[in-house]
C-alpha cells in the first residue's frame, strides 16, 4: 500500500494525517514522540464522526475528500488514522493519492503477531472495521495458524469524542465489551481504533493483566519512521516543526480534549468547510 516519492525535494515537508475525529491525535501523539523534527498536518472530521456506522461507500467518499485536501496542503507522506477507513478504502485513497499512503491495518497486526504466544489474538473495533474484517484477513494471511476474535465497541468513539476517558459510564461499557472476549483465551488485544488508546488505562483494568495490548497508534508512527528513514526522508531541516490542525466542527471540543492527549495547548486549530475537501 505504499507508493514511491518521485523525488527527494519533498524531505522537509509536513506529514498529513487523517481520522474521523480526534482519534488520530494517538497517532500524532506517537509522531511527535518518534519523529521530532517532522512538521505534521492533521484533519479531524468531528462533523461526521463516528465513520465506524457508516456505510463502506460513504467512508470511502469521506476518504477521497480528506486525502484531496491533505495533498493540496503539499504534504509529503499521508497517515490514515482511522481503522475504519484503512479497513474499506484504502484501495480507493491509492487510486488517487500522488504522495505514499499508510493505514493502522498492517502495522497493527504485525504487531499482535510478533507479541501473541497462542495465536490467540483479539480485536476490538468499529462496527465497520470488525464488519469488514480486514485484520483477520491480514492476520491470517501471515499466519494461518492464528485464531482472532472480533468485538465491536461502537460506543466507545463518542464516548472519547464527548471527553467521557475516566468515566464510571465508559468503565461499565468497557466491562460488557470485553468480558466475552476475555473468556476467548486471547493473550494479545489490538485497539482497531485511534480513539481507543485515548480510554486504554480503562481497557487496561478491565482486561486479563497477562493480556498484551497493542496499540497501533505507537506501530504505526514506527512504519513511519521506518519508511521515511529507508527513502532517505526524513526531515532534515533545522527549523521548529509546525503542527496545524484542521477540524469540520466543534474546534473548542477538540481542542479540550487534544490538550489532555498531546500534554500542551494547540495554537493551531482552524475549522474548515467541507467544501473545502472536494
Known amino acids: 500500500m505504499i507508493r514511491p516519492l518521485p523525488n527527494k525535494d519533498l524531505k522537509n515537508k509536513p506529514i498529513g494525517v487523517f481520522d474521523s475525529g480526534l482519534g488520530g ?10 519523529l521530532p523534527r517532522e512538521s505534521i498536518i492533521y484533519f479531524g472530521d468531528t462533523a461526521r464522526v463516528p465513520y465506524g456506522s457508516k456505510s463502506p461507500d460513504t467512508v470511502r467518499k469521506f476518504a477521497v475528500q480528506l486525502t484531496r485536501f491533505l495533498q493540496a496542503q503539499g504534504v509529503k507522506f499521508i497517515v490514515v488514522a482511522c481503522n475504519t477507513v484503512s479497513s474499506v478504502a484504502m484501495e480507493k485513497i491509492l487510486e488517487i493519492a500522488t504522495v505514499p499512503v499508510l493505514g493502522v491495518i498492517e502495522p497493527g497486526a504485525n504487531a499482535a503477531l510478533s507479541a501473541s504466544h497462542n495465536r490467540r489474538i483479539g480485536i476490538i473495533g468499529t462496527t465497520a472495521t470488525v464488519s469488514a ?6 492476520l491470517t494471511s501471515m499466519d494461518a495458524d492464528t485464531v482472532v476474535f472480533s468485538r465491536a465497541c461502537p460506543l466507545f468513539v463518542p464516548l472519547v469524542e464527548e471527553g ?8 461499565m461499557v468497557a466491562r460488557i465489551y470485553l468480558e466475552p472476549l476475555m473468556k476467548s483465551g486471547i ?7 485511534t480513539h481507543y488508546p485515548i480510554i486504554k488505562d480503562i481497557i487496561r483494568k478491565t482486561v486479563d493483566l497477562s493480556v498484551t495490548i497493542v496499540d497501533s497508534a505507537i506501530q504505526t508512527a514506527r512504519e513511519v519512521r521506518r519508511l521515511l528513514s529507508d527513502k532517505q526522508l526524513l526531515n532534515d531541516s533545522e527549523k521548529t516543526p509546525e ?9 473548542q471540543k477538540f481542542e479540550e480534549v487534544a490538550r489532555r492527549l498531546l500534554g500542551q ?6 475549522r474548515i468547510s467541507l467544501d473545502d475537501c472536494l
Open 25 to 34: 491525535l494517538t497517532v500524532v501523539n506517537q509522531l511527535i514522540r518518534q
Open 187 to 193: 493473550d494479545t488485544l489490538i485497539l482497531g481504533c
Open 265 to 270: 495547548p494547540l495554537e493551531n486549530v482552524r
Open 133 to 138: 474484517g480486514k485484520y483477520q484477513e491480514v
Open 243 to 251: 503542527y496545524r490542525y484542521y477540524v469540520s466542527d466543534f474546534p
Open 164 to 171: 467521557w476517558i475516566d468515566s464510571e459510564v465508559t468503565e
